[in-house]
């Protein structure tokens, strides 16, 4: 049995975001499409179909379990142009919103809202200098999107349990990551390590407990 090291790193943030005046529950209306290209080049040499999903969630067993309020939409990749497209003008999605873009092969897909599974491929859409995948939706054309899907689904269901420790109270977000660690730059973490994340709210002083599940996604 295979045993797969990785890191804890827990990011405090203190600082409060301003959004200005208004209770920000109206939203006026714009259109909100998605585009991109996919990659590497031998991932689109596949008879399965390569579909590219829009979801409010990476985590696994929600996707499979409940994927019908965990996927916003979806498409299937044009695989000849290694290119996608996605129109979420009218499903619910507002420029500032954040988002997860996932694209994986799906070895068994019999229709309906697809999900990777254990044996698929699959790519998360991370933008550079980030920990977290989270896309902020802008208005209009969000374009020049690129993912790779590198990642093997695996079928396992792990979690790690700690506590954070400390005086500080807000946001908290905690990354699971199997790769070194050279920098106390966080942005500088490879994303392709990334294994889990999740952001918590300390809400008091002293111990505070928390569940990080670990995904089972490119690493077994």
Not at 3 to 14: E, N, P, Q, R, W
Request: proline residues 4%; contains cysteine; aromatic residues 10%.
């Amino acid at each position: 049995m295979h045993f797969l090291k990785f890191h804890i790193v827990a990011v405090c943030c203190t600082f409060l975001i301003l959004f200005g005046c208004g209770d920000g529950s109206h939203h006026h209306h714009h259109d909100v499409v998605l585009s991109g290209t996919l990659g590497p080049a031998d991932a689109m040499e596949t008879d399965a179909p390569v579909m590219v999903a829009v979801t409010n969630t990476v985590d696994a067993e929600i996707l499979e379990n409940q994927s019908k309020d965990a996927v916003i939409d979806y498409v299937t990749a044009d695989k000849a142009r290694a290119e996608f497209r996605i129109d979420l003008t009218d499903k619910g999605v507002h420029p500032g919103d954040e988002i997860f873009l996932v694209a994986f092969i799906d070895n068994n897909y019999t229709g309906g809202v697809p999900f990777p599974d254990a044996g698929d491929m699959i790519g998360v859409y991370a933008e550079q200098g980030r920990i977290t995948p989270a896309y902020v939706v802008q208005a209009d054309e969000n374009s020049g999107i690129h993912i790779d899907i590198t990642r093997k689904v695996y079928d396992f269901d792990a979690s790690v349990t700690g506590e954070i420790l400390g005086d500080e109270t807000g946001p908290v977000t905690l990354v699971a990551y199997a790769g070194e660690i050279a920098s106390s730059d966080f942005t500088a973490l490879d994303f392709d390590e990334v294994v889990g994340f999740t952001t918590v709210e300390k809400e008091a002083a002293g111990p505070f407990a928390y569940t990080l599940n670990i995904l089972p996604y490119g690493k077994d």
